[in-house]
């Protein structure tokens, strides 16, 4: 990627890496990160008469599917691995 920006080029070559077959969707929102179904493409031109497109997501209710797995958060770097906390020995009935 030369530019500052994703080219509809860059889009491309990133996306022939993946399987054709599977839904493309949204990360949205790195400190709540979520996951859309993207419903549209839109092409237009931006204040300075460049050409633009956008990936919009959908309008009904089922669009936003829940949280980011939390991979792939920690792939986009919206978020540090985490580990389980280390396990506490369990206390007896007693109390001892």
Not at 49 to 56: E, K, M, P
């Amino acid at each position: 990627m030369t530019s500052p920006e994703m080219t509809v080029g860059d889009l491309i070559a990133l996306l022939s890496r993946c399987d054709r077959d599977a839904p493309v969707r949204q990360a949205m929102n790195p400190f709540f990160p979520m996951s859309h179904r993207l419903a549209q493409v839109v092409q237009s031109v931006d204040e300075t008469g460049q050409s633009v497109v956008y990936l919009a997501e959908g309008r009904d209710e089922n669009t936003q599917l829940g949280h980011l797995p939390p991979e792939v958060a920690v792939a986009l770097a919206w978020q540090e691995p985490v580990q389980a906390p280390p396990r506490r020995p369990r206390r007896s009935a007693g109390g001892k």
